[in-house]
């Protein structure tokens, strides 16, 4: 069972900088629009950043001229640069993927289990 994995979670201080990384654990085809979502204690679901498979970001208003999204389609691998890292973006970030496993299947919606990130004052 292919599953999206994220990784680079962690604890840093307010200014900071951590950057995350999301690939699947085994082989697909290819992998469509990519996103990284967050979820807060007590709080829904937000959109952070998407990219398209051209390249073509964009990013909520909270997080835009700070964080950078970014992908590898050679590796499947997507990518977020988080700059000036705040405690109010303390949250679980989550990978999400379009992934087609084969040529001939249509995408299918893929999320990873999460990595926490922590900001302190």
């Known amino acids: 069972q292919v599953q999206l994995v994220e990784s680079g979670g962690g604890v840093v201080q307010a200014g900071g900088s951590l950057r995350l990384s999301c690939a699947p654990s085994g082989r697909v085809f290819v992998i469509n629009d990519m996103g990284w979502y967050r979820q807060a204690p007590e709080k829904q679901r937000e959109m952070v950043a998407v990219?398209?498979?051209?390249?073509?970001?964009n990013y909520s208003g909270s997080v835009q001229g700070r964080f950078i999204i970014s992908r590898d389609n050679s590796k499947n691998t997507m990518y977020l640069q988080m700059n000036d890292l705040k405690p109010e973006d303390t949250a679980v970030y989550y990978c999400?993927?379009?992934?087609?496993?084969?040529?001939?299947?249509?995408?299918?919606?893929?999320w990873g289990q999460g990595t926490q990130v922590t900001v302190s004052s």
């Open positions: 990219i398209s498979r051209d390249g073509m970001p």
């Open positions: 999400n993927g379009a992934v087609r496993l084969g040529r001939w299947t249509q995408a299918s919606d893929y």
